[in-house]
């Protein structure tokens, strides 16, 4: 299990050091270009919304990967159930997302914290984690929908809905 785990990681690292070194670079990049000062207020909503949305293809497009038959009767001949072989897949998948998502957001923080002059405190570190876990029920999500046999796992994505509204405005909203 290990052994498919380190070899799916490895497919997807050149992948996952691009996009690391693209999002450290774009948010090195907004300060100096004065994007911060516009999108100041809206950052948390951006970083959310394109979190969700690249997490969600990304998973779409892993799972899709893993569904071409030859790829999948390659997997299914080993010596493990395939249950396993999702699990060392998904922690593979789980891993670039961290590496990835994590890392630069943290990263980036602890610049802000050290080196310049803006306030950061405890909550901008916990927002780290915080688009970390979505970004990975996001992308459990997106394989979800390409493996699952029924079509209707698309509605699904209202778990999405409620993380953006968690209070109903009106009373539709609250009964659905």
């Not at 919304?49 to 999948?72: D, E, M």
């Not at 914290?113 to 992308?139: E, I, M, N, P, Q």
């Amino acid at each position: 299990m290990f052994e498919l785990y380190k070899g799916e990681f490895q497919r997807l690292r050149k992948g996952a050091l691009i996009c690391l070194l693209g999002l450290l670079a774009v948010y090195y990049v907004m300060p100096k270009f004065g994007f911060w000062e516009i999108l100041h207020r809206n950052m948390g909503f951006l970083l959310t919304v394109g979190t969700i949305g690249l997490s969600l293809a990304f998973g779409i497009f892993h799972a899709i990967l893993w569904r071409k038959k030859n790829f999948w009767v390659f997997l299914i001949h080993r010596p493990l159930p395939p249950k396993k072989i999702y699990l060392s897949l998904l922690a593979a998948g789980v891993t670039v997302i961290l590496a990835t998502i994590f890392t630069s957001i943290f990263a980036t923080t602890v610049y802000y914290d050290g080196v310049t002059d803006k306030v950061v405190d405890g909550r901008h570190y916990v927002f780290a984690v915080y688009l970390t876990l979505l970004s990975v029920a996001c992308y459990m999500l997106g394989t979800l929908t390409v493996l699952h046999r029924s079509k209707f796992v698309i509605i699904s994505f209202y778990t999405l809905a409620m993380v953006f509204f968690p209070e109903p405005q009106n009373i539709w909203a609250q009964v659905i």
